[in-house]
């Protein structure tokens, strides 16, 4: 953590995660950008990335956990990661980027897929009921009334982390009414959501390198 405020409790670079996973649009794609559908996710063995210019949240939650990653095609292979997970009530998020890259072995060559919405700021990307597993994050952020070292037995705000197999009981956890991100760029796991709509939804297929978000 770095660049705290007192009062504001602006954070830089600090490790929460806020934005949906690239897959959601690959299994869903204009279906999520012309209604509200649940989500549930993940790039199997796969890290993806993800920037927005702003998220806003209400009812934040944050506390550890264990993901099981498949490293096989088959499903046959897998392993656990370590991973933060948050989680809010609700989340609207301008200008956001989602790419994931695949090597693709029987053709020798790697497919970048690379997906944009909310880049309108008047029609944002809007997920209810929003679950991130985050590897890595890098933004600047602020919250309203947070409350830092809460046992997830009592959580109070966010969705139902009882809903959840791999929290880590007793672990560390946090709260907040409210959170902000700007400059968001981060990498995860998985993702799982409520209700996910992707406004002005763009996503495309290459091979250059240059399509991943950063």
């Keep these: 953590m770095e660049s705290q405020v007192r009062g504001g409790t602006r954070w830089k670079r600090f490790a929460v995660v806020m ?7 690959a299994a869903v794609g204009v279906g999520l950008a012309q209604g509200a559908l649940a989500a549930s996710f993940s790039v199997s063995g796969q890290q993806f990335k993800v920037t927005a210019a702003h998220l806003h949240g209400e009812g934040f939650a944050q506390y550890g956990g264990i993901d099981t990653v498949y490293t096989s095609t088959k499903g046959d292979k897998q392993t656990q990661v370590p991973v933060a997970i948050s989680s809010f009530d609700d989340a609207t998020i301008t200008k956001m980027c989602q790419s994931v890259k695949t090597e693709i072995p029987v053709i020798g060559k790697t497919i970048y897929l690379r997906l944009e919405a909310g880049n309108d700021a008047k029609n944002p990307v809007k997920a209810k009921n929003l679950y991130i597993d985050v590897a890595q994050l890098d933004a600047d952020a602020e919250f309203k009334n947070i409350d ?67």
């Design 19 to 25: 934005v949906p996973s690239v897959a959601a649009a």
């Design 148 to 214: 830092i070292g809460v046992a997830v037995k009592d959580k109070t705000r966010g969705p139902d982390v009882k809903q959840r197999e791999n929290v880590l009981p007793g672990g560390f956890a946090q709260q907040a009414e409210e959170a902000d991100l700007y400059g968001v760029e981060q990498t995860a796991w998985a993702t799982t959501a409520g209700t996910f709509k992707l406004s002005g939804l763009s996503m495309r297929l290459g091979t250059d390198s240059k399509m991943e978000c950063y």
